[in-house]
């Protein structure tokens, strides 16, 4: 596996040497000998560079012991370089010694080679030398390459529709349709009783796939619907709550955040006992963790269902019970597995070479019809030409991987394969997502921030290092290493994110094993602890908190570069932060926890984070104190503190010069002289009732700011009807001067008077993109000009408004609001309405249509109805919505009926009309019922 030891080293030695460099040109006045001690190192680390990059072009299998020993030896020592440059460049604000620092770095490099007993070229880095071309000269026996630090940057890469293809709800999955109705009709006999059928297999065979296809062809009604995932390490509260999220109403479900898992047991009980419910529960491991979900799906007569997927037999024996309703996952047969690969690679067989048909098929025989490898090979020729020549040399290397006798199964063989493919920008950040739990979903912007935060993006300017990493996370799903669970409506830019449990293992067996990340969790630290220092810890689910694992925490402290948190029993390390004040090369702190209650936690001292970039704390309820002397924090660009109880940000943070991302609680109060922080591109959630009039004239001074979020809530010590109109006035002025460089803008209860700051773009559209509104209904005018906007939330009051937004000519998703006070309005969307519409989203409050005539929104894909009405319900046959028929391109219907005047057979009604039209729509888009 040298390619993805060296892979990680690589990417250390192109950061450490760019910091050497960069020493060297601040022109800093060394003491005697230190600036030659520099030198030395830079021109050392490239050569290495070198060589690491021609060692990952070799297996293990190919590679000399001492090869082996001499690679791992330099990454730990280009982690302790680097750590000491970066203590260097903290400490010498604070006086430290520079000289001492270098010659330790020296001294470890001398050390590393007296301890070698490797090749001849290796021993002749004992002599120092100090031209470029000896250094070549001495190294080329072993072939060396450009050093990839001083490579071109690769060129954009965009994504492959073909990719995220295979992971969309897919109308015609490959190799389902037998299978599925195999299981639909075990799940259809004997229609009021409560039965589960559980899918088993092996890992990579598409249960997961099959069991959403049954869940989507499934349209009889059912009172509600859930999907959930369990994984490895059961968190019942979260899953528990996963299901209420997809059941009930959002006040219900934020109720649940207080609940302990009794109480979420008992309520999700309460809440089912006389519900025909329909729930997927996928990946289950072990037979313990059906019993405890099991245990809040209360079995009753009315017809529901449970599918569960999983790869034990036994445990699906434990879950179908008595009835043994299961189904055995089977591999693709030829036919399958072919139209499967060219699905990927050309959209159908139809379009493959002649010449390619027999290699595929031998490429195929060594898949077994597995479709996760069938996936991951198809991604790795995706990136390759398409010729015979180059498919015939892929075979050799596949056969040679698959059928080699090895402990490692041929799922295992074929990723290695992928991995091997991948370029050394790519394998750190792949080997980085390894700091995920199993099924999590990973925002795909935050998991950008971090590759920066982590030093894994190379270049300088923060756009373009985001649209660099954007790049790389687009080839990696093009690879089909990283599945696309949620694609922007513009097709071309995924929101979310999720790797396969299967190559999750792999990556995290290598990251493990090449020191690159440390886990904690319910077994313990991972092994490398052991023998290494700690770089990058992630703290997942059951960490048990011993004595002995705590030590060597604190003992790696010094060394860690980055802290994941995910478990809520790590309270003690959170609110003892003590342990990390060592540590000066701190980059990124992401936690992630809910219902932990801690009164108190203290960050500690600013001067102990000073090379933090990343600092993300979810925690909730917890009260957060943040450094009075933040302002230390001079290399912090990411703050998120959303999600705590933070009051008050230091009045210091205006002097954090680096600062792009800051996200607040609505009811926090910042300092005057935001202004001042003119990297600032995004700012998020602030209540302006909170602020002084001072920082919101300040917000005009943000000149690169690109998002905004504000809300006009107000403490209840404001309440003067003077202050609130001076806080407007500011506002307006602040958001006039922001018209031009603002891309999204949110905006929470306001009034109608806040849209006259577009009045100073004058004849010229707004590059707003994203505009959400609510409670607020916006001027005719004003919506006409918003032309550039692809997301849309708004209020409407008239048919001449849908008109209006009907016609903007980029907008991909609208969310409209009728409010009370339109009775019995049928809103008509004409036939050349919405030409690129793909999402609509309708609130009605009172009773109405939505009509939609032949050829209107022509690329519709989901509708969602919302139906909230609180006086009288006046229902007619028809109504709610008309024309379903007409929406050409429509997947998806979701429907919520929250009415407190109708009747059941009224509710039921207006569902059996959905349904009705819906059933006769030549798609036979899914139809699921909201929070009812």
Not at 127 to 150: D, F, N
Not at 498 to 507: C, N, P
Not at 556 to 563: E, K, L, Q, V
């Amino acid at each position: 596996m040298a390619e993805l030891m060296a892979s990680a080293a690589t990417s250390v030695m192109g950061s450490v040497i760019g910091k050497l460099t960069a020493m060297l040109g601040e022109k800093y006045q060394f003491a005697g000998g230190v600036e030659k001690g520099i030198r030395f190192l830079k021109d050392e680390l490239s050569t290495m560079d070198a060589v690491l990059q021609k060692l990952a072009d070799k297996d293990d299998d190919q590679m000399d012991p001492m090869d082996k020993d001499w690679r791992n030896k330099v990454r730990e020592l280009s982690f302790d370089i680097e750590d000491c440059v970066d203590r260097f460049m903290l400490n010498h604000s604070h006086g430290g010694s520079k000289a001492n620092v270098v010659r330790k770095a020296v001294r470890k490099v001398k050390m590393l080679w007296k301890d070698q007993g490797i090749a001849e070229e290796i021993q002749e880095l004992k002599i120092l030398v100090t031209e470029q071309s000896e250094r070549a000269k001495r190294y080329r026996a072993l072939g060396s390459s450009p050093p990839h630090y001083l490579a071109a940057s690769p060129q954009p890469v965009c994504l492959d529709p073909r990719a995220t293809a295979l992971f969309q709800e897919a109308r015609d999955p490959v190799g389902i349709d037998g299978p599925r109705e195999e299981i639909i009709q075990l799940l259809q006999v004997e229609e009021n009783q409560h039965k589960v059928v559980s899918i088993y297999g092996t890992a990579g065979q598409g249960k997961t796939t099959l069991a959403m296809e049954v869940y989507r062809k499934i349209t009889q009604a059912f009172d509600c619907r859930a999907f959930v995932s369990v994984s490895q390490t059961l968190d019942l509260k979260k899953l528990l709550r996963d299901i209420l999220s997809q059941i009930v109403s959002t006040s219900e479900f934020d109720q649940s955040e207080r609940w302990e898992t009794e109480q979420l047991v008992r309520k999700m009980r309460d809440y089912l006992i006389d519900k025909r419910y329909f729930i997927l529960i996928d990946d289950i491991w072990h037979v313990s963790d059906w019993d405890l979900v099991e245990a809040a799906l209360p079995r009753n007569d009315n017809g529901s269902r449970i599918i569960t997927t999983t790869r034990s037999k036994t445990v699906a024996e434990t879950c179908a019970g008595i009835d043994a309703q299961m189904y055995k996952a089977k591999p693709l047969g030829d036919d399958e597995s072919r139209r499967l690969f060219f699905k990927r690679l050309f959209h159908s067989t139809e379009h493959c070479p002649q010449d390619l048909m027999a290699v595929s098929s031998d490429i195929l025989r060594k898949c077994g019809g597995l479709p996760l490898a069938i996936i991951s090979i198809a991604g790795l020729l995706a990136n390759r030409s398409k010729t015979k020549e180059v498919w015939v040399n892929a075979l050799k290397y596949i056969s040679a991987a698959v059928d080699k006798d090895s402990h490692i199964d041929k799922m295992k063989r074929i990723f290695l394969l992928s991995y091997f493919d991948l370029p050394l920008h790519l394998k750190s950040c792949m080997l980085y997502l390894s700091v995920f739990l199993e099924d999590y979903v990973i925002d795909c912007r935050q998991l950008i921030l971090l590759w920066v935060a982590e030093g894994l993006i190379p270049g300088q300017g923060r756009e373009n290092m985001e649209q660099l990493g954007r790049s790389y996370l687009n080839e990696l799903i093009n690879r089909s290493l990283v599945q696309p669970t949620k694609v922007g409506l513009d097709g071309a830019t995924v929101k979310q994110c999720r790797v396969h449990d299967v190559i999750l293992e792999f990556i995290v067996s290598k990251a493990v094993e090449d020191n690159f990340v440390t886990i904690w969790n319910r077994n313990g630290l991972s092994e490398n602890y052991s023998s290494n220092k700690i770089r990058r810890l992630s703290i997942q689910h059951g960490i048990s908190m011993q004595a002995e694992e705590m030590v060597k925490i604190k003992e790696h402290a010094a060394h860690i570069r980055s802290i994941n948190i995910f478990d809520p029993n790590s309270v003690l390390l959170i609110k003892d932060t003590s342990m990390f004040l060592s540590s000066q090369v701190l980059r990124v702190v992401n936690t992630e926890i809910r219902q932990l209650l801690l009164e108190d936690c203290y960050l500690g001292h600013a001067k102990s984070f000073g090379q933090i970039k990343y600092l993300r704390l979810k925690i909730r309820p917890c009260h957060w104190k943040l450094p009075k002397d933040i302002e230390k924090l001079q290399h912090l660009e990411t703050l998120d503190v959303w999600n705590t109880r933070i009051k008050k940000l230091p009045a210091s943070i205006t002097q954090l010069q680096r600062l792009v991302l800051l996200i607040v609680g609505t009811k926090v109060k910042l300092p005057d002289g935001i202004g001042n922080l003119q990297a600032l591109e995004e700012l998020s959630m602030i209540s302006l009732g909170f602020q002084t009039i001072k920082f919101i004239e300040g917000l005009g001074d943000l000149t690169n700011l690109k998002v905004l979020g504000i809300s006009w809530e107000y403490p209840y010590a404001i309440g003067c009807h003077v202050e609130v109109e001076g806080h407007k006035e500011a506002c307006i002025s602040s958001l006039s001067k922001l018209v031009t460089t603002l891309r999204e803008l949110h905006v929470l209860d306001s009034s109608d008077d806040t849209f006259s700051f577009m009045a100073s773009c004058g004849s010229t559209p707004p590059p707003l993109r994203k505009l959400i509104f609510h409670g607020i209904v916006m001027p005719h005018q004003i919506i006409s000009s918003l032309v550039n906007l692809t997301r849309l939330s708004i209020g409407l009051v008239s048919q001449e408004g849908i008109n209006i937004l009907a016609s903007l000519p980029m907008l991909l998703s609208i969310t409209v609001r009728v409010y009370e006070g339109n009775f019995g309005i049928r809103y008509t969307i004409s036939s050349q309405g919405f030409q690129r519409l793909v999402k609509f989203t309708f609130y009605y409050h009172s009773d109405g249509a939505l009509e939609f005539e032949p050829g209107a929104v022509p690329k519709l894909q989901r509708l969602k109805l919302y139906l909230e009405a609180r006086g009288q319900f006046n229902y007619e046959q028809g109504g709610l919505v008309l024309g379903l028929q007409n929406l050409a391109g429509l997947k998806h219907v979701a429907l919520r009926i929250d009415c407190e005047h109708a009747t059941p057979d009224e509710v039921q009604d207006l569902e059996d009309d959905i349904r009705v039209a819906a059933g006769a729509h030549p798609n036979c888009p899914m139809v699921q019922l909201v929070g009812k």
